[in-house]
């Protein structure tokens, strides 16, 4: 690995830092860690506002500790579409829009539209909960959004409201009908819960292939700094394919998905068009391979979910830092990012309804 280079002090596991003082040397070109990952990714996260509250993203305990940021603290579409500039310069080629809920945040189509035209940026996608996409699938779509990954846990109505604080999965599957329908590419993301959606593998497998999408598992993490998880109670994606294959036979790994992101996807050996991607963050991590960094709503920067570490770059474009000052920011949160998460070691205090999964 040799040394690691030094751009700026490489930032500690800390509240939100400051970049002050003197900058040398040119801007950054391209955004490439110590771990010679290459960053094409950003996560940008909307709003921290969701109309749904999720038993393991916004824990009920926390409910008094989410301090839902005003709008004069999140970032305008003016300061995304700025940074999204700067990202595409450094090497950003894909972003994906989440939350909270991202599909609460008013002219979020014209924040599409906006994003779509930046230059370097080939993909603006996002992932969403399904509540209210029935009436912005179209308009999403013809603003130049690629693909939704809409959450859906549960097929069944009253575990559904329950698991998501409320949640109507009617309109969800509407949300799903009608993105499919725009045609927009449709993914849908579950999180792995072991006596709670266990027993519905297969019938969410089913769902999504019956309506043209791709179902995908999600080892459940501990955030909030572990509030809700259970060790014991982990659902592995060793697990899943088992179950799956038992169902359905055997699972052949699909080579080189460049879409896949974190999760590996697999195909039915009897039927390849029939796919399913499983996100192992727990019991098989993918670290190694991460190229991604995540925006909060108030312009925090974020290199690793499973860290607290973060810049305000909000902070850096208020004050009225330049293009290059805000390269340099961006370059030393990439130089600290860390080699991986520890979750088992230490939950990380933000919880996911702040950083957007
Ligand atoms: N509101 C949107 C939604 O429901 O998809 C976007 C935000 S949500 C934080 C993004 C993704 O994070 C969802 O797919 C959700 O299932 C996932 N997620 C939330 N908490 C999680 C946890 N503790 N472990 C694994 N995935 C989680």
Redesign the pocket.
Known sequence: MGTPRTYLPVLQATPVATLDGAIDGPPPTSLVDNFARRIRYLRISVTDR?N?R?S??APDDIAGDLAFAGRAEILSFEEIERLATVFARLGVRKLRL?????TVRKGLVDLVGRLVRVPGIEQVVM???GHLLADLAGPLKAAGLAGV???L?TLDPARFTTLTGGGDLVRVQAGLRAAVAAGLRVKT?A?ALRGVNEAELLALCEYAWAHGAEPRF??????SGGMI?ERAAELSSAAIRTALAEALGALVPVAGDRDAGPARTWMLAADPTRRVGVIS?MTDHFCGDCNRLRLTAAGDLHACLGHDDALSLRDALRRGDSDERISHAIAAVVVGKREGHEFLAAAPGKH??S???
């Open positions: 969701c749904y999720c393991y993203c989440t939350g909270g809920e991202p992932t969403t909960n990954n809409i959450s846990d993301n999180v999600i080892e459940h993490m501990p955030m998880y963050a996911m309804i950083i957007g999964g």
